[in-house]
């Protein structure tokens, strides 16, 4: 599956099976076999295409642009990331939706773009657990189910433009049948039973004439097995794609459980001109962190992933303030109580007794990684306010932080993807006009 940033050219045919409306078709056989849900090996396929806009405002712009971000909780809820992408698609023209985990697997993986549904048969396998890594796309999970007419949707209420939807599914042997439904009329019907199993993209046209979808729903018709990894919602041309993929309390070491041969191909089936990771608020709480390990272990990802994609360029987020809850407390004249986290603090200070230490070393290890790597650092942390800026924050009115002082509410994330979006702007005009780096210093 691919991601488009123009530059990679059109979706080949290999590994991938573009089904016209109302056909049945029957998978070729992959190269590799496999155990669970089913649970079909990883074999090269062609990538995901997820395309861009077709009238960019800009001036030089001549190609799409595909950014995929990374990372935890904060880019699961798909605010900050929202943010981001409705910004840099009104500066530079709308691509597609980008990539999407599919159905339903944690309440706090979301899409500002589309609402996703599923019925109740569904089960998912998070790559957390997985004893076998490499079964595993980007998302982190993979959604299955042995019963029929069982359904996964993807909702909006405005019309979704788009020049293709690619399903990447499991094929194999014993493996079930599926039908495909736009805005509730049968666009796609195929068979995923296969001599061998493996992994292939679903693709699915629109209609001559078609302004877009509001509604897609994929539905099982057999009562066998049947698995997906995501679904990507793909426009050619010029623009922006921004996927988003995040997982709620993951750090670095959720890309460093895949092995690294799957994480490249996992990567490189995007073939994203962009790759942000954002992690670090999770690490910042673990108070056994080895700082130097910790490097170690971000490094080697940021290895893989250049080797995969040799052309992408990278960014880092830095995470931003965290505190933990500051205990409650009586007054007492022998005892008093610490000031109140959400105070002025005094000029030139930005210590707080509630933000774990490990948080501040993290972000040091991030700033100091970046600057070996000469990658652009987005310091989040630098936008909110010194000393107890979390506290602070929810103090504020609206409040910018949830009350758990980890997450932010809308209005936190739009500020910090306002933010975030202005930071990548440059990056995103240098590669419309082929430029090959940009610096930020």
């Known amino acids: 599956m691919r991601l488009p940033g123009g530059r990679r050219g059109r979706l080949a045919a290999f590994g991938a099976a573009i089904l016209l409306p109302v056909t049945v078709v029957a998978l070729a056989p992959g190269a590799d076999g496999e155990t669970s849900v089913p649970r079909p090996a990883v074999a090269a396929v062609a990538p995901l295409r997820i395309g861009g806009a077709e009238a960019p405002p800009v001036r030089h712009a001549r190609r799409a642009v595909s950014v995929l971000q990374i990372g935890d909780s904060h880019t699961a809820a798909d605010q900050f990331t929202g943010t981001a992408r409705r910004i840099l698609q009104e500066r530079f023209g709308a691509g597609g939706i980008g990539y999407l985990a599919a159905g339903t697997p944690h309440p706090g993986i979301r899409s500002t773009s589309l609402s996703a549904s ?46 293709a939807i690619e399903i990447d599914a499991r094929t194999g042997p014993g493996m079930g049948a599926v039908a495909v439904e736009v805005d509730g009329a049968p666009v796609l019907a195929a068979s995923l039973a296969a001599g061998i199993a493996e992994r292939k993209t679903l693709t699915v046209r629109p209609p001559a004439g078609s302004a877009g979808f509001r509604r897609l729903v994929i539905r099982t018709t057999e009562a066998r097995p049947v698995a997906f990894l995501g679904v990507g919602i793909v426009r050619a041309g010029a623009g922006v794609t921004y996927s988003s993929l995040g997982v709620p309390g993951a750090t670095i070491d959720w890309l460093g459980r895949y092995p690294e041969a799957t994480l490249a191909d996992n990567v490189r089936r995007l073939a994203p001109d962009i790759v942000v990771l954002a992690f670090g608020t999770n690490e910042g709480f673990d108070a ?49 109580c610490p000031a109140d986290p959400a105070a002025q603090p005094p000029e030139g200070a930005d210590a707080c007794p509630w933000r774990p230490p490990q948080l501040d070393q993290v972000r040091a290890v991030q700033r100091r990684l970046a600057a070996a790597e000469r990658i652009p650092f987005w310091d989040w942390w630098g936008i909110m306010p010194a000393g107890c800026g979390a506290s602070r924050w929810m103090s504020a009115d609206p409040p910018l932080m949830a009350k758990d002082r980890i997450h932010f509410t809308k209005a936190g994330y739009r500020i910090g993807g306002q933010a975030f979006a202005g930071f990548l702007e440059p990056e995103l005009r240098a590669l419309l006009r082929g430029d090959d780096a940009v610096s930020h210093h």
């Open 288 to 336: 056994g962190l080895d700082p130097a390990a910790y490097e170690r272990r971000y490094a080697a990802v940021l290895r893989v992933i250049r080797r995969a994609v040799p052309g992408a360029r990278l960014v880092m987020i830095g995470p931003p303030q965290a505190e933990r809850a500051a205990p409650a407390c009586k007054p007492d004249p022998a005892r008093p």
């Open 118 to 163: 599923a019925s109740a048969g569904w089960r998912y396998d998070s790559l957390k657990r997985a004893t076998r890594p490499d079964l595993f796309g980007l998302s982190g999970y993979v959604a299955g189910t042995d019963r029929a007419g069982e359904t996964l949707s993807f909702a909006s209420e405005v019309p979704v433009a788009y020049t």
